[in-house]
């Protein structure tokens, strides 16, 4: 049986594409306008604000200026401080992984492996199978080393996770046809594991869990930039006076970023089986049978990232864009075990535990490895508005791909062999199903964001 797995291409390239796109733009924009970091003169050097039809100076009584304490808020460039730390909410999209059907209901014991019958129904699996909206947060925080704002440094850490998703079928009584489907490897057709049947009560669970989290230090270093100074934090000793006509003014700047990046995608498909035989020849009624299957993956990215912050500002508006490169490695490890325990009601008889379930047998049991070098694109939007001097509210857009990722559920092979089922007294002829089939995808995510920056 042949897999398939959906790769975001167009969505993947549209990201890279704007990444790209942005870092051209703003090398461009640098060409023409690179200058080297300067000062402005002092306070009493500065020409002094005409008052006009479209212009209007602040006294030191004026109320507007009693109202904000200082006059750092009329800035032409970004609100005062040479220290920031923001915090964002992260409602992001991240496609869910693709899995064979785990559990279905029919109509006949007979039709539960036969996904394609109009009369059984696929309660779980066949398609994505992790919710696809996360929440999340992200904080940043960082500092410039000098009073022009050249030089300086970053950190930040972001955390989304949809939280866990589970199902569950059968019945106690048997009252209802529930199976485990899966292809037979030695003749190709159609069967199922029978979870709840007449005489066999039982139910399967299936839950999934996925985890994405990140963090990276970055060195700021400003390559220009227009209408930014020096003097941006006037007290009112300074006796300044500061013109509306700054709040109308646009300032805009580049800043070169590189640093380190780490990435972490985990996730996982677990499955398990409850059952008690209430009159099925020849297992003694009241046996009792668990089984478990378990899927996991994690990915570890590491790398470096270089990349661009062009941001501006205008009155309390500003604006940024952030696009990045990060250049490394992921590690990726898939981890499958299985385990079936039985217990037959004889006193004093243990219960008997046997390697393997039904998806996770001897032939792909185990820890997997691999890695290789990949690049992830990273683009960051985002809008600012002042509510003070010293704090501004946040909303963007992010766009990340993640490729090369190995996911819990695309490592599920539906194709078993029987003979290995527990116990397994003579493995007797097959293939050895189910296999580990290394899957991999790229990773499309993205989503908006809302917050809060605090700068002193």
């Not at 703003?26 to 970091?37: D, G, I, L, S």
């Not at 039985?342 to 006193?347: D, E, L, N």
Request: proline content about 7%; overall charge negative.
């Amino acid at each position: 049986m042949q897999r398939s797995v959906r790769r975001p291409c167009g969505a993947r390239v549209a990201c890279l594409s704007g990444v790209i796109g942005l870092l051209i733009l703003v090398a461009n924009a640098t060409a023409k306008n690179v200058r080297p970091a300067f000062s402005i003169d002092p306070p009493s050097l500065l020409p002094a604000a005409v008052p006009g039809e479209d212009e209007e100076s602040l006294s030191d009584g004026d109320p507007a200026w009693e109202s904000w304490g200082e006059k750092e808020w009329f800035s032409t460039f970004d609100s005062p401080g040479q220290h920031w730390v923001s915090g964002e909410y992260l409602a992001w999209w991240i496609p869910g992984a693709h899995a064979p059907p785990l559990i279905t209901s029919s109509t006949a014991v007979g039709l539960l492996g036969d996904v394609n019958s109009n009369q059984t129904i696929v309660l779980f699996g066949g398609g994505p199978i992790q919710r696809e909206a996360y929440n999340g947060f992200r904080l940043r925080m960082g500092s410039w080393w000098d009073c022009e704002r050249s030089r300086g440094w970053e950190a930040s850490f972001f955390m989304v996770r949809p939280g866990s998703q589970s199902a569950r079928a059968g019945s106690g009584d048997g009252s209802a046809i529930v199976g485990r489907p899966f292809i037979d490897a030695n003749t190709g057709d159609p069967e199922s594991q029978l979870v709840s049947d007449e005489g066999l009560g039982g139910f399967v669970d299936v839950r999934t869990n996925s985890t994405l989290l990140g963090a990276e230090i970055l060195y700021r270093h400003n390559l220009f930039r227009h209408g930014d100074c020096c003097y941006d934090s006037f007290s009112k000793d300074a006796g300044v006076k500061v013109s509306l006509q700054h709040k109308r003014r646009l300032g805009t700047r580049l800043d070169f970023l590189a640093g380190f990046r780490y990435l972490n995608y985990s996730d996982s498909v677990t499955i398990r089986e409850e059952l008690l035989a209430i009159n099925r020849p020849p297992i003694p009624p009241g046996t009792e049978f668990d089984v478990f299957d378990s899927f996991r993956a994690y990915n570890h990215f590491y790398g470096l990232t270089l990349g661009v912050d062009y941001s501006g500002q205008s009155g309390r508006w500003s604006f940024a864009a952030r696009p990045q490169l990060s250049v490394g490695v992921v590690e990726r490890r898939v981890s499958i075990w299985g385990e079936t325990m039985v217990a037959v009601p004889i006193p004093n008889q243990p219960v008997n535990q046997y390697v393997g379930g039904l998806l996770a047998l001897d032939s792909n049991i185990g820890d997997y490895r691999s890695s290789q070098l990949t690049v992830v694109p990273e683009l960051d939007l985002q809008i600012g508005y002042l509510i003070h001097p010293r704090w501004r509210l946040l909303m963007g857009y992010s766009c990340l791909v993640f490729p090369g990722l190995a996911r819990a559920g695309e490592q599920i092979d539906p194709v078993v062999n029987p003979n290995l089922l527990p116990p397994v007294t003579d493995s007797g002829p097959g293939p050895a199903r189910p296999a580990y089939l290394a899957g991999q995808s790229d990773v499309w995510m993205h989503g908006v964001t809302a917050g809060i920056e605090y700068r002193w």
